[in-house]
């Protein structure tokens, strides 16, 4: 099955549709695809539930659909570092299904690897566990969540072979595992593209079973939020 598709707009087309269900992969601005999200973007696909780490910087990531009011929910852990997101979700124009990190990384993982549901002790007693399931194991209350499975999933790595196969560099793999493997579709979005048999075994992070779609972005912005400089002796020294 051919996997390369020649854009982003292209790799969207019969696959993305209002109302969908989609988790996008990154942290922060670690990682995300941004090349699938403008093409998201672009294609004028509206009231969608996304699931992602974090809602993305006013302009930029996620953010760049949130401006244009196509996102009608959020699953995230994080939703600081965008006033625009603020702006709605107070104003009652955006839901938020506010959920803890690792409980949204276990509700993703446990998506692509078939459970329905989990029981955890995170959110026992807050907000989190309001009409769920509570259960007693061992003498510990746990709460049951569901897992997520998407419709499509939009995730970023390093390197693909032309089979899928993904690498992805450093913290910038995070959340795109497990968002590739939550979803029915997975697009993603790559650095380098190589042959078959160009990755070694050992260093195949997530296999191409997984991968429906590849698009090559050679260049990514790869922004970061927030950047601290520390001063040194050399550096008081010399001012």
Not at 123 to 132: P, S
Not at 187 to 214: K, Q
Not at 217 to 237: F, L, V
Request: proline share 4%; with cysteine; hydrophobic share 40%.
């Amino acid at each position: 099955m051919k996997k390369l598709y020649p854009s982003a707009h292209e790799a969207l087309k019969g696959v993305v549709a209002d109302g969908q269900l989609i988790a996008v992969g990154g942290f922060g601005l670690c990682g995300i695809p941004e090349a699938l999200i403008d093409a998201l973007r672009d294609s004028g696909v509206k009231n969608l539930t996304v699931v992602s780490n974090n809602a993305g910087v006013d302009g930029f990531g996620l953010g760049k659909l949130l401006e244009t009011r196509q996102i009608k929910k959020m699953i995230s852990s994080y939703v600081g570092e965008n006033k625009e997101f603020e702006r709605q979700y107070l104003a009652g124009e955006l839901e938020l299904e506010f959920t803890p990190q690792g409980t949204l990384a276990e509700k993703l993982r446990a998506g692509g690897a078939g459970i329905p549901a989990f029981f955890t002790k995170t959110g026992v007693g807050t907000m989190v566990a309001e009409g769920k399931e509570l259960r007693e194991f061992d003498g510990e209350t746990y709460v049951m969540e569901r897992s997520i499975v998407t419709d499509v999933s939009l995730v970023k790595a390093y390197r693909a072979d032309t089979s899928g196969n993904l690498q992805f560099r450093l913290t910038a793999r995070n959340f795109n595992p497990a968002a590739a493997t939550a979803g029915k579709i997975c697009i993603v979005e790559v650095e380098e593209i190589v042959e078959l048999g160009e990755i070694a075994p050992d260093d195949i992070h997530l296999p191409g079973i997984y991968v429906h779609r590849i698009v090559h972005n050679p260049s990514p912005e790869k922004r970061i939020e927030k950047r601290t400089m520390t001063e040194t002796k050399n550096d008081k020294a010399g001012a």
